[in-house]
């Protein structure tokens, strides 16, 4: 059974750091690529970042450039992403998904191509607040 659980989400002060965890199953995580999206209560979902695993090449939205960083570790099959110097605008439920190119629904762009969102999880409320 593909599953992919979030977890690591929480309430972090504008400027602070926080990282989400990403744990896969059911899959083979080598071939794969993942993608980060965000979503807030009454916005539309909006990619975060995407990583090709047997690469390690990744790709990330402007809106979060130069402050989040996904990375993997294979062995446990996991999938993190790492967001510094957060912002109120942050605030969001954060997804990781299994990207498809095959798939016609849920498009997600990742820098060098466009993928589909395959499966995702239950997401991982972060809020960024004073």
């Known amino acids: 059974q593909v599953q992919l659980v979030e977890s690591g989400g929480g309430l972090v002060q504008p400027g602070g750091s926080l990282s989400l965890s990403c744990a896969t199953s059911?899959?083979?995580?080598?071939?794969?690529?993942i993608a980060w999206f965000r979503q807030a209560p009454g916005k539309v979902r909006e990619a975060v970042g995407c990583i090709t695993i047997n690469e390690g090449s990744t790709y990330y939205a402007d809106s979060v450039k130069g402050r989040v960083t996904i990375s993997r570790d294979n062995d446990k099959n996991i999938v993190s992403l790492h967001m510094d110097r957060l912002k109120p605008e942050d605030t969001a439920t954060y997804y990781c998904?299994?990207?498809?190119?095959?798939?016609?629904?849920?498009?997600?762009?990742?820098?060098?191509?466009?993928?589909?969102?395959?499966?995702w999880g239950q997401g991982a409320q972060v809020t960024v607040s004073s």
């Open positions: 059911g899959f083979t995580l080598d071939d794969s690529r």
């Open positions: 998904a299994s990207v498809s190119l095959t798939r016609t629904t849920w498009p997600i762009f990742c820098g060098t191509y466009w993928g589909y969102l395959e499966l």
